[in-house]
């Protein structure tokens, strides 16, 4: 079944019978187009395009299973003269702006609309054959850059310096940028779970936290590795090895039929159990595709079932204010009996000298 089939099969199950897609990753993946700007609009029968004239062509050339409107930079205007009759008209409610609704509202001024944000990330968060293969090489290149990277890190360099020779490395793999804008916190910015690079220096005696992912063929990776200056005290030894066992307590726990609430469990009573639940204020995980934090997410709400087919985030981590930080990130596919790691840099205690 295509995309496009699975996804009238669920507009058909919420009785609706046209939808609307304003987000980018949604009309990527149901289209194929990589434009700038489009919207698509679906209904039973047929699949709209609508994008202005500087993708007419890429667009007849990426997304042949649709009808290509040319429009102005307006598409509700577009769709309100493209005289479709529908009765409920489904749209991604936690995307659309205010304003943007009052345009669509007047463009269905006969219709129900109807806030669907699922419809097609739900469609999404399980990855099909041609998925799972770029998804595979985004992380590969991942890994290759941190193995690179941590050759030249030295104290003296500043996390600026560290996160450009990451997203260079990553580039020179293949990959088209980065997935996020990285985090690379060392010493008491590790204490921050989202220090992203800054002026500071590395120095010895402390941690450097390393957050990042590469784009492939826009598909994202994630991958976070926690390493040493120098030689740590006990309690960096001890931390670490808190973080790594929660980490690996977490990728046990993932299998088909638990909830993301189940799975987060695992790895958060291993830190809580310790004394340290505090400073894990976060979830355990989320969801990569063609958006770095997609859906369902391992984390204390999530009652989503996980199913084979999804790939998520484990990523623990303790933050301790005037101390520093520690998390350690992995991919993983979730499979018919478990999960495989996709993720292959080492996560052992690293320590550069």
């Known amino acids: 079944m295509t995309r496009l089939e699975r996804m009238r099969q669920r507009m058909q199950e919420e009785t609706i019978d046209t939808y609307v897609v304003l987000r980018p990753e949604n009309g990527r993946y149901l289209s194929g187009f990589t434009g700038g700007e489009a919207t698509l609009v679906i209904t039973l029968e047929r699949s709209f395009l609508l994008t202005d004239f500087r993708y007419i062509e890429q667009a007849k050339e990426q ?7 040319k429009t102005g930079h307006d598409h509700f205007l577009a769709m309100g003269d493209m005289g479709l009759q529908s009765k409920r008209v489904g749209f991604e409610g936690d995307f659309i702006t205010y304003a943007d609704y009052e345009k669509l ?24 054959e041609q998925e799972i293969p770029l998804i595979r090489q985004a992380v590969q290149i991942a890994d290759k850059a941190f193995a690179e990277v941590l050759k030249a890190i030295e104290a003296g360099q500043t996390e600026e310096e560290i996160g450009l020779n990451l997203e260079f490395s990553m580039r020179h793999l ?13 010493g008491l910015r590790g204490a921050m779970p989202h220090g992203t690079a800054s002026s ?28 040493f200056l120098g030689e740590p005290a006990e309690k960096h030894r001890e931390l670490y090895a808190l973080v790594l066992a929660a980490q690996r307590a977490g990728i046990a726990a993932v299998a088909p ?17 310790a004394g340290f639940g ?56 979730v499979t018919e009996d478990g999960c495989e790691v996709l993720t292959q840099a ?5 320590l550069l000298t």
Not at 203 to 211: A, C, I, P, Y
Not at 213 to 226: E, K, L
Request: glycine letters at 12%; one cysteine or more.
């Open 105 to 128: 509202r007047q463009s269905f001024v006969q219709s129900e609309l109807l806030s669907l944000p699922s419809l097609v990330n739900n469609l999404r968060s399980v990855k099909d």
């Open 278 to 333: 505090e400073y894990f204020g976060h979830g355990l995980g989320h969801s990569v595709g063609l958006a770095i934090h997609e859906g369902p997410y391992f984390n204390q709400r999530e009652e989503c079932v996980i199913e084979p087919g999804m790939v998520l985030t484990v990523e623990p981590g303790i933050y301790i204010p005037d101390w520093g930080g520690i998390r350690i990130e992995d991919m993983v596919l």
């Open 346 to 350: 080492p996560k052992e205690l690293i």
């Open 63 to 69: 997304s042949p299973d649709f009808e290509i409107v």
């Open 200 to 227: 500071k220096k590395v120095e010895k005696g402390e941690f450097l936290t390393m957050d990042f992912g590469a784009i492939y063929q826009g598909y994202c990776s994630d991958i976070t590795r926690t390493v």
């Open 257 to 273: 039929g638990r909830t993301g609430r189940e799975i987060d469990a695992a790895a958060r009573n291993i830190i809580e159990d």
């Open 174 to 186: 293949g990959a088209s940028g980065g997935s996020f804008e990285f985090i690379v916190a060392s």
